[in-house]
């Protein structure tokens, strides 16, 4: 079990979800998510959300940041990694709420 008082960092459940397979990186390009190792490109409804873990900023609350772990149609899973208001990708939000979310 986890322990509820262990602070989660970015870099560790990203860590996590490397070793659950969750292996590729995407990133938004135009209107749709790009692999950054194939350079495939999906559409919103050719990826699902797996997990979803929001960070905020032990010191500072403007570090706030977003993971998604995401699977292909086709299998591949990754991570999807943005940051909360002013900094966050344009688009990005607007694209993550047309894609479907595991249940």
């Known amino acids: 079990m986890e322990d509820p008082t262990e602070v989660r960092t970015l870099s560790g459940v990203m860590s996590d ?9 995407f990133a938004l390009k135009g209107d749709k998510l790009r692999a950054l190792s194939s350079g495939k490109s999906y ?3 050719d990826v699902r ?3 979803i873990f929001r960070f905020e900023g032990v010191s ?8 998604y772990a995401i699977e292909t149609r086709g299998g591949v899973r ?9 900094y966050a990708t344009p688009g ?3 694209f993550m709420d047309h894609v479907p979310r595991a249940a």
């Open 17 to 25: 979800l490397d070793r659950r397979g969750f292996t590729e990186q």
């Open 78 to 86: 990754g991570t999807l990694a943005d940051a909360f208001g002013v």
């Open 92 to 94: 990005l939000g607007d």
């Open 49 to 51: 959300v797996r997990e």
């Open 43 to 45: 559409s919103a409804g």
């Open 60 to 67: 500072n609350p403007d570090d706030m940041a977003i993971l």
